[in-house]
């Protein structure tokens, strides 16, 4: 696939997405968002990807926010229908039903935490910058910010750094959650890599299902998201998959899950 601010190259079931406009840092325009879902609808339906993983270009930033040009010139109605399209973009990483990870190779604000967040898991260098920054330029998240970051890190910090729009280091984004896991730079893929080797080794369907729990039950009363638990349980347990997996836990060897 071929685009205009992104690379997007798959390898042995991983799809690796750089965002790629490292002179503006970057920044999501108008057409990078165009980009996004075209590639996060291709990573969805291409049966070879099981994992996909962002990053930006550069060793300086991950996505560092909107591209403030094209803020700058919103009306009410624009600014609208722009939250809108970025909220749409972003659903459509949170919904693919494949894991997701974003590698945060340096700054993470606005508009690049926001779709960091919608990721199902980060890692990031110890030397990147996370914030939602919106609020020093007179406006605030519009891309599920204000909903993802409560949801992940609790309402105190998401109130904690919407309110300030300060920005924070990745240690401490990873004291409050944010970031699963933090790596030297030099070891931020190699490190992030080994994540994924990992989630590769586990049964694609039973991973759909574990996310979809997650996500869908995050929604609901505790009680009924138990319900989705027992019924997605019960769903696994009729796939080749789950055969398979047990089957080779009793054979002490390692199982050769064929995602069906």
């Not at 080797?197 to 049964?203: A, P, Q």
């Not at 996310?211 to 609901?220: K, P, V």
């Amino acid at each position: 696939m071929s685009y205009e601010n992104l690379l997007l190259d798959i390898q042995d079931g991983v799809a690796h997405l750089t965002i790629n406009r490292e002179a503006k840092l970057n920044a999501l325009n108008a057409q990078t968002l165009t980009d996004l879902a075209d590639a996060f609808d291709h990573c969805r339906e291409n049966e070879s990807v099981r994992v996909l993983v962002i990053t930006g270009a550069g060793d300086k930033a991950f996505v560092a926010g909107a591209d403030i040009k094209e803020l700058s010139t919103m009306t009410p109605l624009s600014a609208k229908e722009l939250a809108y399209r970025g909220q749409q973009v972003f659903a459509r990483v949170e919904h693919m039903g494949k894991p997701t990870i974003a590698m945060i190779n340096g700054f993470a604000l606005g508009g690049g935490l926001e779709l960091a967040l919608a990721c199902n898991l980060r890692t990031a260098s110890t030397k990147a910058k996370l914030g939602l920054p919106e609020v020093s330029l007179g406006i605030i998240p519009g891309y599920g910010g204000t909903q993802r970051l409560s949801r992940v890190a609790g309402p105190g910090v998401a109130r904690e750094w919407i309110l300030t729009g300060d920005m924070f280091s990745a240690e401490e984004a990873h004291r409050v959650g944010i970031v699963n896991r933090l790596f030297a730079p030099d070891e931020l893929r190699e490190g992030t890599m080994k994540m994924v080797e990992t989630i590769l080794s586990r049964g694609p369907v039973a991973l759909r299902f574990a996310i979809e729990a997650i996500s869908r039950g995050s929604n609901m009363p505790q009680r009924e998201g138990e319900i989705l638990e027992c019924d997605l349980f019960g769903l696994a347990a009729s796939t080749s998959d789950m055969k398979e997996g047990m089957a080779a836990f009793l054979e002490k060897r390692k199982p050769e899950f064929q995602g069906r």
